[in-house]
């Protein structure tokens, strides 16, 4: 028997070997546990340092990213000089520049709404999610469109960039969540109408393509409304854009709802709780607590749908991108203005992984402790 430590005269706990515990630990475990393990690290790591060596010698080490045109940049390697000189461009769009400030000051509030979502012991986090999703949608349209309290109004025509991208995708992930819910609630329900409309509206919207959404909504949409009634594009895109991810959200959510066990609504159908007391306080945290991973793949499918709205004449960061591509004064830049939205959109989409993966360890451990 091996003495408790706390016993007078013990011995005590030696250390693991060194060659068990940290990154050599990880990687005698990972990477070089077998023989054939190790065969293909090497490979892997050989073939990782013949591409991007030539990669971070093209992009990074001999690239430029200062100057103020194409003859600043130095043949053979990136020239990232067009990012800073069309930065404004591809951030605003074709906004006024004096009035950019508004967008600035929509764009800080998502980041102390939403950032700190990242940070589990943060202070007061669910009170800035509530905020995020009820005031501010209704602030930030104030602020960025005008109108009122003596700010001008800035037509929608005018937004573009990645500002016109966020807007969408925020505007999409916060109505399509609900709509699903909804549908998700309909499709189960007992009664005939409503089941029967809530199918008929999720087969037809998950039945036709995105971008034929996007052209019945700018092309097809003016031409059934009365002679002089206007219709501004992007709110008919953000429609949509709802309607169509809201009947995939539908699905995703009542996977969730069909995963709840029968006992959990008898329990609450035992408790004398209504329908909807059942549904919100009961049924849906469980669901949706289930079906996390769906949800945050179809916001980030939504987010990177967002491009599309270029072919029906709205500048998005990828539309500011491609009138970059075609400006002579820049020459070739095709490489560089695409691997900059990329990093755009990776930097938005991981952030949503992230946080999704961070929520699902949280509620695992909470299930856990109870």
């Known amino acids: 028997m091996t003495a408790h430590p706390d016993t007078p005269g013990a011995a005590p706990d030696l250390p693991p070997p060194r060659s068990e515990v940290g990154f050599i630990g990880w990687a005698r475990k990972h990477l070089f546990s077998t023989w054939y393990n190790s065969l293909l690290t090497i490979l892997l790591a050989y073939a990782l340092i013949q591409t991007l060596a030539p990669f971070l010698d093209w992009s990074?080490?001999?690239?430029?990213?200062?100057?103020?045109?194409?003859?600043?940049?130095?043949?053979?390697?990136a020239c990232w000089v067009f990012v800073s000189?069309?930065?404004n461009f591809f951030?605003?769009?074709?906004?006024?520049?004096?009035?950019?400030?508004?967008?600035?000051?929509?764009?800080?509030?998502?980041?102390?709404?939403?950032?700190?979502?990242?940070?589990p012991r943060f202070p007061g986090?669910?009170?800035?999610?509530?905020?995020?999703?009820?005031?501010?949608?209704?602030?930030?349209?104030?602020?960025?469109?005008?109108?009122?309290?003596?700010?001008?109004?800035v037509a929608t025509n005018k937004w573009g960039g990645l500002m016109l991208t966020l807007v969408l995708a925020y505007s999409g992930m916060v109505a399509s969540l609900p709509i699903g819910i909804l549908l998700a609630l309909g499709r189960r329900s007992k009664m005939p109408a409503i089941r029967g409309l809530s199918v008929a509206f999720i087969e037809l919207w998950r039945g036709v393509p995105l971008i034929t959404v996007f052209f019945m909504a700018s092309?097809?949409?003016?031409?059934?409304?009365?002679?002089?009634?206007?219709?501004?594009?992007?709110?008919?895109?953000?429609?949509?854009?709802s309607c169509f991810w809201g009947a995939y959200m539908a699905e995703i959510v009542r996977g969730g709802?069909?995963?709840?066990?029968?006992?959990?609504?008898?329990?609450?159908?035992?408790?004398?709780?209504?329908?909807?007391?059942?549904?919100?306080?009961?049924?849906?945290?469980?669901?949706?607590?289930?079906?996390?991973?769906?949800?945050?793949?179809?916001?980030?499918?939504?987010?990177?749908?967002?491009?599309?709205v270029l072919i029906i004449g709205l500048f998005d960061?990828?539309?500011?991108?491609?009138?970059?591509?075609?400006?002579?004064?820049?020459?070739?830049?095709?490489?560089?203005?695409?691997?900059?939205?990329?990093?755009?959109?990776?930097?938005?989409?991981?952030?949503?992984?992230?946080?999704?993966?961070?929520?699902e360890r949280k509620l695992r451990a909470g299930a856990g402790d109870e």
């Open 125 to 153: 986090r669910r009170i800035l999610l509530a905020l995020g999703f009820t005031v501010l949608p209704v602030a930030g349209f104030i602020l960025i469109y005008g109108g009122i309290f003596g700010l001008p109004v």
């Open 219 to 241: 092309v097809m949409i003016p031409l059934f409304l009365p002679q002089g009634v206007t219709f501004d594009k992007l709110l008919r895109v953000f429609i949509g854009m």
């Open 257 to 308: 709802l069909q995963a709840i066990s029968p006992g959990q609504y008898e329990a609450a159908d035992a408790l004398g709780l209504g329908y909807w007391k059942k549904m919100i306080l009961i049924i849906l945290p469980q669901a949706l607590k289930t079906v996390i991973p769906g949800i945050v793949n179809t916001l980030i499918a939504l987010f990177k749908d967002t491009t599309l």
């Open 317 to 359: 960061i990828l539309g500011t991108i491609q009138s970059t591509i075609s400006d002579p004064a820049w020459g070739d830049v095709t490489t560089e203005a695409y691997l900059f939205v990329a990093a755009i959109f990776f930097v938005f989409t991981f952030g949503l992984s992230l946080y999704s993966r961070n929520l």
């Open 91 to 119: 951030i605003y769009g074709f906004y006024p520049d004096a009035e950019t400030w508004r967008v600035n000051i929509v764009f800080a509030i998502i980041a102390v709404c939403f950032v700190p979502q990242m940070i």
């Open 85 to 87: 000189q069309r930065l």
């Open 60 to 77: 990074v080490i001999n690239a430029r990213f200062l100057g103020t045109s194409e003859a600043d940049c130095t043949r053979g390697a």
